[in-house]
C-alpha cells in the first residue's frame, strides 16, 4: 500500500472519532493559529477536549462528555484538537495548560482566558463515562 493510501485510510478510520465530538457542537482545531484565535477570546467560557484514539477516549471520555453536555449549565466555546493528528495544533493548545504534562485524552476548562480545571488521562482512564460526565457536570456548574 502506498503511503498516500496509507494515510487516507487511517485518516477514514479515525473520522468517526473526530465525529463524535464535532457532532456534539464542538469545533476541531487544526491550525496553531486557529487555537490562538480561540485561546486570545478572553470572555466567557471555553472547554477544550484533547482527543485520542485510545480506548479510554472512546469508551470513556467521548461519551462522558456527550452526556455532560446535556447539562443545563455548558461552556460558551466547545473546541477540540486531535493528538496525534494535527500535532502543531495539539502543542501549541498544550502551551496554554501551563505547567501540565500532555495528557490524552484530556479536558481543560478555561474561564475569561484562565484555567481553571482539568480532567487528565488520570482521571479518565479507568473509571466511567458517567464518572466523567458527574465530573464535568460539578465543573459546569462551578464556572459556567
Same mark, same amino acid.
Given at each position: ?35 490562538? &484565535? ?9 472547554? $477544550? ?31 477540540? $484538537? ?24 484530556? $479536558? ?19 473509571? &466511567?463515562?458517567?464518572? $466523567? ?12
Amino acid at each position: 500500500m502506498s503511503m498516500s493510501l496509507e494515510l487516507d485510510f487511517y485518516a477514514m478510520m479515525i473520522q468517526p472519532m473526530r465525529d463524535e465530538l464535532t457532532q456534539i457542537g464542538f469545533r476541531e482545531l487544526k491550525t496553531p493559529e486557529e487555537v490562538d &484565535s480561540v485561546m486570545d477570546n478572553k470572555s466567557g467560557t471555553t472547554l $477544550v477536549v484533547v482527543n485520542s484514539v485510545c480506548g479510554c477516549a472512546g469508551g470513556i471520555a467521548r461519551p462522558g462528555i456527550a452526556m455532560a453536555l446535556e447539562n443545563e449549565r455548558r461552556p460558551d466555546n466547545l473546541v477540540t $484538537v486531535f493528538a496525534g493528528q494535527e500535532k502543531e495544533a495539539t502543542a501549541r493548545a498544550r502551551e496554554y495548560f501551563k505547567n501540565n504534562p500532555p495528557s490524552s485524552p484530556s $479536558v481543560w476548562l478555561f474561564k475569561d482566558g484562565q484555567l481553571v480545571n482539568q480532567l487528565h488521562r488520570s482521571d479518565i482512564e479507568g473509571t &466511567s463515562a458517567q464518572h $466523567v460526565a458527574g465530573r464535568l457536570k460539578e465543573m459546569f456548574n462551578t464556572y459556567c
